[in-house]
């Protein structure tokens, strides 16, 4: 067999953690992949709950789409 045909193992991919920047082995005994920990991964849906983290879109008026809304 020559050397060409031997397959050689690939290096799991490394990722940073989005939230400390901890590098994360990308692989499925990585639990809280992307994040490095459940603490991260806490304190990334917090920001998200909180609204510090946002999907762009157009600007609405406050009065907009509140006619679907019924009043309390």
Do not use: H
């Amino acid at each position: 067999m020559s050397e060409s045909n031997q397959q050689v193992p690939k290096k799991p991919r490394s990722v940073s953690c989005p939230t400390c920047g901890k590098p994360v082995v990308w692989e499925p005994a990585s639990s809280w992949r992307p994040f490095c920990s459940e603490r991260c991964k806490l304190i990334d849906i917090g920001a998200w709950a909180s609204e510090a983290y946002r999907v762009a879109g157009p600007e609405l008026d406050p009065g907009e789409g509140s006619e679907d809304v019924p009043p309390l």
